[in-house]
């Protein structure tokens, strides 16, 4: 999250998830691609960390599943 001051403030639970928000910060908004990069990094610092959901894998079917409040995170197409 961007504060007004435009500094790039990374807020997370744990290590594991800091890194998979700081993968975000270091790529250039490609949503989906992003996303997996951002697990990916995750799984490589603390694999136990993924959510359980993730045991089938990181995919972009997988991805383009997450949901916020019941609604997709990403675009369908």
Same mark, same amino acid.
């Given at each position: 999250?961007?504060? &007004?001051?435009? #500094? $790039?403030? $990374?807020?997370?639970?744990?290590?594991?998830?800091? $890194?998979?928000?700081?993968?975000?910060?270091? /790529?250039?908004?490609?949503? /989906? /691609?992003?996303? $997996?990069?951002?697990? *990916?990094?995750?799984?490589?610092?603390?694999? &136990? &960390?993924?959510? +359980? +959901? #993730? &045991? +089938?894998? *990181?995919?972009?079917?997988? *991805?383009?599943?997450?949901?916020?409040?019941? #609604?997709?995170?990403?675009?369908?197409?």
């Amino acid at each position: 999250m961007k504060g &007004s001051d435009r #500094v $790039i403030n $990374i807020q997370g639970s744990n290590d594991a998830l800091h $890194i998979h928000e700081i993968k975000h910060t270091a /790529l250039s908004s490609n949503g /989906l /691609l992003d996303e $997996i990069a951002g697990y *990916i990094a995750q799984y490589g610092y603390e694999p &136990s &960390s993924l959510p +359980s +959901s #993730v &045991s +089938s894998g *990181i995919n972009l079917e997988y *991805i383009a599943d997450l949901k916020k409040r019941g #609604v997709h995170l990403f675009i369908q197409f």
